[in-house]
Antibody, heavy 120, light 111 residues
Framework: EVQLVQSGAEVKKPGESLKISCKSS????????VAWVRQMPGKGLECMGI????????RYSPSFQGQVIISVDKSISTAYLQWRSLRASDSAMYYC?????????????WGQGTLVTVSS | QSALTQPASVSGSPGQSITISCTGS?????????ISWYQQHPGKAPRLIIY???ERPSGVSDRFSGSKSGNTASLTISGLQAEDEADYHC???????????FGGGTKVTVL
């Protein structure tokens, strides 16, 4: 069974750093892309960026370039989303999602989401 | 503001059909047949229900269908059921640099 399991909810202060994770199981990890998707409260979905798990080829959507870092540790089938300095506007639900059929245009399996709250 | 425009809400009675529109531009919806739709129940992760404009993943009811005309994609839900009450998000490929763009989501209410 394909599963993407994300790390738990986080409460942070502005300026703090954070790294959340997305651990995959049940499929051949390296042959897929994984995307990170943001959903702000009451809003739609936004694709932040994608990473190819075989070679760590990473591509950021223009709105998120320079704001976050996406990485992967193939040895433990885990993708990461990282902030060096959080802002209150980073408060949102973050999902990881697997690219369908080896591509990155559709996402067939999703993690359960990680809620990030940034507040002083 | 989302890249694709969806109505905030659509409602219908059980058994009826409803259609959700998703308007983009010639750079995304109008240029690529790489359209998908996701269903999201409250507090849950999104679920892929349509890809490639009108293809359904295994296990998705044939009551869901998609279409596209020009810069607008549409999702139709036939034979509306209580379990269809959820948010629906459209998504389009938008080129190598931007990748995929989503709509703002549409809340479907079953009356």
């Amino acid at each position: 069974e394909v599963q993407l399991v994300q790390s738990g909810a986080e409460v942070k202060k502005p300026g703090e750093s954070l790294k959340i994770s997305c651990k995959s199981s049940g499929y051949s990890f390296s042959n897929y892309w994984v995307a990170w998707v943001r959903q702000m409260p009451g809003k739609g979905l936004e694709c932040m960026g994608i990473i190819y798990l075989r070679d760590s080829d990473t591509r950021y959507s223009p709105s998120f370039q320079g704001q976050v870092i996406i990485s992967v540790d193939k040895s433990i089938s885990t993708a990461y989303l990282q902030w060096r300095s959080l802002r209150a506007s980073d408060s949102a639900m973050y999902y990881c999602a697997r690219g369908y059929d080896g591509g990155y245009q559709y996402f067939d399996y999703w993690g359960q989401g990680t809620l990030v709250t940034v507040s002083s | 503001q989302s890249a694709l425009t969806q109505p905030a809400s659509v409602s219908g009675s059980p058994g009826q059909s409803i259609t959700i529109s998703c308007t983009g531009s010639s750079a995304d919806v109008g240029h690529y047949d790489i359209i998908s739709w996701y269903q999201q129940h409250p507090g849950k992760a999104p679920r892929l229900i349509i890809y490639g404009v009108n293809e359904r993943p295994s296990g998705v009811s044939d009551r869901f269908s998609g279409s596209k005309s020009g810069n607008t994609a549409s999702l139709t839900i036939s034979g509306l059921q209580a379990e269809d009450e959820a948010d629906y998000h459209c998504c389009s490929y938008s080129g190598v640099r931007t990748y995929v763009v989503f709509g703002g989501g549409t809340k479907v209410t079953v009356l």
